[in-house]
């Protein structure tokens, strides 16, 4: 029997090309290896950590990202393609995780210090006198429950599957090893139940900002960042645009030389080549004959992506036959797991 294997993108804003090259592409190729008996979800119950403007906003969300994956080439036939929030026994071993997990261990969590930092202001109080902080976060803006607790649920969404492989960017590499280290603890206290997945890490490094190198590629610098469904004029003109340096020499130096090393990285990631191949190939041309090499090979790449998510915008229909498919496969896999976890804590 193959091993599965189980991962997911949160449906929260148009995808971009750090999205594609560092998780949906590299979803596609392990399911075409044929090596794994692959599982992929959108994290949409993940996502609710930072709410949208409103319910439609999200369900246009999780529709556009399934969208997404059908088009970047996940094959309901090869995969199980389904929505977390649909299958309820995420939420039931969430909780149950959540039992045996030490508040201290999440509170360490770098992304939850990241996300769950609070600025401050300095003032003085109503006397004039001693100075001050007051928290300045408040309503949307401030830390929620589930920014602490989100890699619970995210051990939740792996350890129901028995997910041997879990294909996973740096950023997320403690988490998945929080996930390890809680399913030893449930070994431990309850018996044999859960697998210590393994991560796959993706082979493209971080892309960063196409107009601050020094930050990652983030939708939320849409100047910056290439979205999948971009049109080509677009994707042209934000490449172009791209900040470089005033060496004009093309070496690949990410510490030294992050903007051109950015965009080696690109042409890499879409071509095959090393970046050392292409920093020769183009020792002799300026940034502009590279950047149009880039902005050529990024639009003929994602030709195809466009085209399908344009297909699949126009049969809706097919799209959801696909989550219903996969939703009734993870659930009833899922719910036969749930049971043997709530037997082994007594709640059965």
């Not at 590499?173 to 390890?180: A, V």
């Not at 210590?196 to 930050?215: A, F, H, N, W, Y």
């Not at 915008?313 to 219903?324: D, G, H, M, T, Y």
Request: aromatic share 8%; glycine share 8%; with cysteine.
């Amino acid at each position: 029997m193959k091993p599965t294997l189980i991962s997911g993108i949160q449906p929260s804003g148009r995808l971009h090309l750090g999205n594609y090259l560092g998780a949906l592409k590299n979803f596609v190729e392990l399911q075409n290896s044929g090596d794994y008996k692959t599982f992929f979800f959108l994290a949409d119950l993940h996502s609710l950590t930072e709410f949208p403007e409103s319910a439609d906003e999200k369900r246009k969300q999780i529709l556009d990202l399934a969208i997404d994956f059908l088009a970047a080439g996940i094959d309901p036939k090869q995969s199980t393609l389904f929505v977390q929030s649909a299958i309820p026994a995420h939420t039931e071993c969430y909780w149950i995780l959540n039992s045996i997990t030490p508040l201290g261990e999440l509170g360490r969590m770098t992304q939850f210090k990241d996300k769950g930092n609070i600025p401050i202001k300095k003032t003085h109080d109503e006397e004039g006198g001693f100075v001050k902080a007051v928290q300045t976060r408040s309503g949307q803006e401030g830390v929620n429950a589930g920014l602490l607790t989100y890699p619970v649920l995210m051990a939740s969404d792996i350890l129901l599957y028995d997910a041997k492989s879990v294909p996973v960017g740096d950023d997320q590499l403690q988490h998945l090893e929080f996930t390890r280290t809680l399913a030893r603890k449930f070994n431990s206290k309850f018996g044999k139940t859960f697998i210590e997945p393994q991560g796959i890490l993706t082979k493209v490094p971080r892309l960063m900002s196409l107009d601050d190198p020094t930050k990652k590629m983030s939708k939320s610098n849409p100047s910056g960042c290439i979205f999948l469904d971009d049109e080509p004029q677009i994707i042209m003109e934000k490449i172009k645009r791209a900040v470089t340096d005033s060496e004009n020499t093309v070496v690949y130096d990410p510490i030294k030389r992050p903007g051109i090393s950015n965009l080696i990285l690109i042409l890499s990631a879409f071509s095959g080549e090393s970046p050392k191949k292409i920093e020769r190939e183009f020792s002799n041309a300026g940034y502009g004959t590279l950047k149009n090499a880039v902005a050529e090979k990024v639009i003929s790449s994602l030709d195809g992506f466009r085209k399908k998510k344009l297909f699949f915008k126009k049969n809706i229909s097919s799209v959801r036959k696909a989550l219903e498919k996969g939703n009734k496969i993870a659930e009833k896999q899922s719910a036969k797991k749930l049971l043997e976890i709530k037997s082994r804590v007594g709640l059965l």
